[in-house]
């Protein structure tokens, strides 16, 4: 009897050890390099229009295969001119259809001051090859905390991206 | 019925970031504090030293707030401020700010500007606060 239970507990153990994930559910990881530039407005004198910082975004995106639709994307942000910063974002993709996903999320900016703030998007991709497209879009960011925002001003900006997207 | 328009949307807002791109970033504006430079503040849209509370334009240089721009050339305007001081010049032409150097006699005139320039060389550019002839009233 103590054998038999013994074996059951062994058993019972090595399956929870051994066992395998599902083979069907596969983290599907992807890249991006975009370069944005466009206008900015707002701050305290919100009539202004300015030619926004070029913008240079290298980001990776999971999915999961069985819902190829919902995409999570974490990317890196450097405004390379006319002055640099740096910072992060993180974004719900939705595909659309093969060619087309809308996003949304936050952009935060920590260096050389702070700055965040949401953020939309759209992308259209040219698709290369079954693993390579060209994405170009709109994007709008809405900046509204931070020790960059001159006084309690909030600074918006449209931004046109085009870049490489690669399923890795 | 979504799909079928989101092109178009997508269409203009891409012509709209295209067209923000010829906008030019104006000169010593701001809407950011990290637009200005290291020690500077973006109040009301424009880099403010915070130290000295003078306005700093794109060339860099500083000047007091409220005073005008001293690269402004200020020949005519000296000239026809020493040229106010001469008495004749007075009497002849009448006030020198509303031209009377110009209207006066040629000599006084060439006057003026002679003294104008040899302001110049001896001071250098003038400064307003200089309380120099760009203001007419030297010491």
């Known amino acids: ?168 | 019925m979504l799909t079928s328009r989101l092109p178009l949307a997508f269409a203009t807002m891409s012509v709209s970031a295209l067209l923000g791109l010829a906008v030019g970033c104006k000169p010593g504006e701001c809407l950011r504090v990290s637009d200005c430079n290291t020690g500077l503040m973006c109040v009301d849209g424009t880099c403010i030293d915070a130290g000295t509370d003078a306005h700093v334009d794109a060339g860099g240089d500083a000047r007091p707030d409220g005073a005008p721009d001293a690269r402004v050339d200020s020949r005519a305007d000296s000239s026809a401020s020493d040229a106010g001081k001469r008495p004749d010049s007075a009497q002849e032409g009448g006030s020198a700010r509303d031209g009377g150097a110009h209207d006066g006699p040629t000599a006084d005139a060439a006057d003026a500007h002679a003294d104008a320039h040899a302001d110049a060389g001896e001071g250098g550019t003038k400064q307003p606060s200089d309380g120099g002839a760009a203001d007419g009233t030297r010491g």
């Not at chain 1, 060619?99 to 936050?106: E, I, M, P, S, T």
């Not at chain 1, 709109?138 to 925002?149: A, N, Q, R, S, Y």
């Open chain 1, 1 to 168: 009897m103590t054998r038999r239970l013994a074996a059951g507990f062994v058993a019972c153990l090595a399956t929870l050890l051994v066992g395998r994930s599902a083979a069907a559910q596969q983290y599907v990881l992807g890249g991006s390099a975009t370069l944005a530039s466009g206008i900015a407005g707002g701050g305290p004198d919100s009539a202004a229009l300015e030619r926004a910082r070029t913008r240079l975004r290298v980001a990776i995106d999971f999915r999961v295969d069985e819902f190829p639709k919902d995409i999570l994307a974490v990317g890196m942000l450097a405004e390379l001119e006319p002055h640099s910063s740096f910072g992060i974002d993180l974004r719900y993709v939705r595909r659309l259809s093969p060619k087309l996903d809308v996003n949304a999320g936050g952009l935060a900016f920590f260096y050389p001051e702070s700055l965040i703030g949401p953020t939309c998007g759209l992308n259209y991709h040219f698709v290369l090859s079954p693993t390579v497209d060209v994405v170009v879009g709109p994007e709008l960011d809405v900046f509204i905390i931070g020790t960059d925002l001159p006084g309690n001003s909030v600074v918006w900006q449209g931004l046109l991206q085009a870049g490489i997207h690669v399923d890795l």
